[in-house]
């Protein structure tokens, strides 16, 4: 899995669809975030406002965003942290390695961060022989088992109990067990040794506060509690589009990502750091990295700027249906589903991840559940107007690609297609054709497209009479 790339997506898909192990435990576990944000959305009778609140709440902020980073760097500052610029992955991991060198660090742990997934920080740090310990469970198992996460919120969605009893065995010398509870008290007792000896401890970011320089951290397990406050040095790994304005906009948020993204009311762990701890019980240092990476390339183009509107709730990955098949290691990306397949062409450019934007059925499903409102359809369609095109994923400096060449019988059906609906005459010529063509078994596999397209789905059958037909009265 872990050698998968974007520009693999079709063959990827077609390897994941062949694992009926996968798609399982993708469909129970999917289903059960879907009612579970059912049930929570449904206790909260002015939803549609909060979202309609946080979605202009983003757009202001990404609007000036450089002027709510200057409000927050200035405020943490003042507040004792040490703020670091980054604009790219390499110097982001460039400003941890050397954080972690000039104190001399050797043991670090980890919470879970998508934005140190990003720029691959873990295999950055192992060249210097200073590999964090991950110590979420979902990322403790993926690192076990030498993979990467496959979703947003849950790295460890395509692995059912029964796996992850098989890694430990192999991996921490366990007797054998599928019991949930038992593996994750063997996790407890495992991690907790790595906790008591860290020296340093990263975190993502969830909010970062311009009013007050306050960065917001949430959790469900108290891993990313212990991983912030019992080591000496607390870095944070933060990208540029997670500031918010004001102190109060949290409030809106932490109504939505909860709900949206586990069905929960309210995350366990909600862990609110403005500068290092002034009792010395906690972290003696705090630094913040604002990792650009891409981000300020796709601010600058008005259109696709709302795909940094993202909270990373992972609510569109499970009301996707294409996920929902493939789960997130088919994408080749750090972010699967429909916001990686708008997000990770822009940040890695359309030459390598061009193919993603075309992995949507385009039901809308995710901007129905998306918590902040982006219209992650009308995204996909530009993104694939531009690959056709040729265009940069984001503007401006985006690594541009080359027009999508459309294969030859592709460009003849578009052609067939044209020429008939732009004539009722042929429409109808067409229709007829359609319905006889229903009555023969064979006529579908006289066509690859048509056979590769039904080998997995059941075509609608044409009503037996036309509208127009029926319109006309009934047949004598």
Request: charged content about 20%; glycine content about 8%; hydrophobic content about 40%.
């Amino acid at each position: 899995m872990n050698s998968m790339r974007p520009e693999t997506f079709a063959a990827n898909a077609r390897e994941a669809l062949a694992d009926a192990t996968l798609t399982g435990a993708l469909r129970r576990a999917t289903d059960t975030f879907a009612d579970r944000r059912a049930a929570a959305i449904g206790a909260v009778p002015d939803w549609q406002e909060l979202r309609t609140r946080a979605a202009a709440i983003k757009a202001h902020t990404l609007a000036r965003l450089d002027h709510y980073l200057e409000q927050f760097v200035a405020n943490a500052e003042k507040a004792g942290a040490v703020v670091h610029w980054a604009r790219d992955a390499n110097e982001a991991c460039a400003i941890v390695r050397d954080l972690a060198a000039a104190r001399g660090s050797k043991r670090l742990v980890k919470s879970k961060s998508m934005a140190t997934e990003e720029i691959h920080l873990n295999a950055a740090l192992a060249q210097d022989g200073r590999e964090p310990v991950e110590t979420d469970l979902g990322e403790w198992i993926i690192q076990l088992a030498g993979e990467t996460p496959s979703h947003i919120i849950v790295p460890a969605i395509h692995k059912t109990k029964e796996q992850i009893g098989e890694l430990f065995v192999d991996k921490l010398g366990i007797p054998p067990s599928s019991d949930p509870q038992v593996l994750a008290a063997e996790a407890r007792t495992r991690l907790r040794a790595h906790f008591a000896a860290a020296d340093l401890g990263i975190s993502g970011v969830n909010f970062g506060v311009a009013e007050t320089g306050t960065i917001l951290v949430l959790e469900n397990e108290g891993n990313a509690r212990m991983t912030t406050t019992l080591p000496a040095v607390h870095v944070a790994v933060m990208g540029i589009e997670k500031v918010i304005p004001r102190f109060a906009d949290l409030e809106t948020f932490l109504r939505l990502l909860p709900r949206s993204g586990t069905g929960q009311h309210l995350t366990t762990y909600q862990s609110m750091l403005t500068g290092p701890d002034p009792t010395g019980q906690g972290p003696r240092e705090l630094h913040v990295v604002l990792l650009d990476n891409g981000r300020s390339r796709i601010v600058a183009d008005e259109l696709m700027r709302q795909t940094l509107a993202c909270i990373r709730c992972g609510a569109c990955l499970n009301a996707c249906p294409v996920y929902q098949s493939i789960g997130g290691h088919a994408y080749g990306s750090v972010y699967p589903g429909p916001i990686g397949a708008i997000l990770t062409p822009q940040l890695q450019g359309m030459h390598s991840a061009g193919t993603l934007p075309f992995a949507s059925s385009l039901c809308g499903a995710c901007k129905d559940v998306c918590p902040v409102k982006i219209d992650i359809p009308t995204l996909l369609l530009e993104l694939r107007r531009r690959a056709v095109e040729g265009e940069p994923a984001a503007a401006p400096g985006a690594p541009a690609s080359l027009p999508t060449r459309r294969k030859p019988l592709e460009a003849l059906g578009w052609r067939l297609w044209s020429w008939v609906t732009r004539s009722p005459a042929r429409f109808r010529a067409a229709s007829a054709l359609t319905r006889l063509g229903q009555k023969l078994p064979f006529a579908k596999q006289l066509f690859g497209p048509l056979r590769a397209w039904q080998s997995t789905r059941n075509a609608p059958e044409l009503a037996k009479r036309s509208f127009r037909s029926q319109w006309r009265g009934p047949v004598r």
